[in-house]
């Protein structure tokens, strides 16, 4: 059997609509549950989250044979789906999402800047 090796890295960031700041704390926890979930069933491993206010990143590496768009789509489909079942129908995501390849040198230090998010955006902490 042949040797294969890979690592495909990608930073991903989507926002809420018209980047409207109402993600709360328990929204927040919500949203890591269901990115956690969308990660298992995508076979997409997760190396750093933050979910803000109004936005949320990810590092994530995934199997070159595994598409990334299933796992983003569910991760905010079932996101927005549980909190309206909670609140009402009060939350919706944007349109769309980016994503941009990271290489395995810096994937420490893309997990260090996601990690930092709320140090960098003390305004954005879910309240």
Request: with cysteine; net charge positive.
């Amino acid at each position: 059997m042949a040797h294969r090796a890979f690592g495909i890295f990608a930073h991903i960031t989507w926002h809420t609509r018209l980047r409207a700041r109402c993600i709360r704390r328990v929204d927040a926890a919500e949203i890591r549950e269901v990115i956690q979930l969308a990660a298992v069933e995508s076979n997409v491993h997760l190396h750093e989250v933050a979910v803000l206010s109004d936005h949320v990143h990810v590092i994530a590496s995934f199997r070159p044979e595994f598409a990334i768009t299933p796992f983003i789509r569910h991760a905010k489909s079932e996101s927005s789906r549980r909190i309206n079942n909670r609140r009402g129908r009060v939350f919706d995501w944007a349109r769309g999402y980016f994503i941009e390849s990271i290489s395995r040198n810096i994937v420490p230090a893309a997990c260090s800047y996601v990690a930092a998010q709320f140090r960098r955006h003390p305004d954005r902490i879910p309240e």
